[in-house]
């Protein structure tokens, strides 16, 4: 088994940069990918952005170039450092451990953090 604890989100006005952080204990020895998503209200949750434990990282139309993951394997922490909010980005943001690098089957789930970007 494999814990997620996600914080970071709040509110924030469009244009900002907010980040997130998702620390992951129990059986980390298993984690080799690790991803975000998201889902807004009424839509169907979806990927933002996976990395493998080498570094390779993958994103989402959405948010690339303005979205950046990154991963400390020795604090077994996840970051999502997100840019130029916009405020389509507003969603509860779910850390999680998906099967593989695009992300389609996910083992673990973080509790979700809410992010909302408004003037």
């Known amino acids: 088994q494999v814990q997620l604890a996600e914080s970071g989100g709040g509110l924030v006005q469009p244009g900002v940069s907010l980040g997130l952080s998702c620390a992951a204990s129990?059986?980390?020895?298993?984690?080799?990918?690790m991803g975000w998503y998201r889902q807004a209200p009424g839509k169907q949750r979806e990927l933002v952005a996976t990395?493998?434990?080498?570094?390779?990282?993958y994103y989402a139309d959405a948010v690339k170039r303005r979205f950046t993951i990154s991963r400390d394997k020795a604090k077994n922490t996840v970051y999502l450092q997100m840019n130029s909010l916009k405020p389509e980005d507003t969603a509860v943001y779910y850390c999680?451990?998906?099967?593989?690098?695009?992300?389609?089957?996910?083992?673990?789930w973080g509790q979700g953090t809410q992010v909302t970007v408004s003037s």
């Open positions: 999680a451990v998906p099967r593989s690098f695009l992300g389609t089957t996910v083992d673990y």
């Open positions: 129990g059986s980390i020895f298993s984690i080799n990918v």
């Open positions: 990395i493998t434990s080498g570094g390779l990282t």
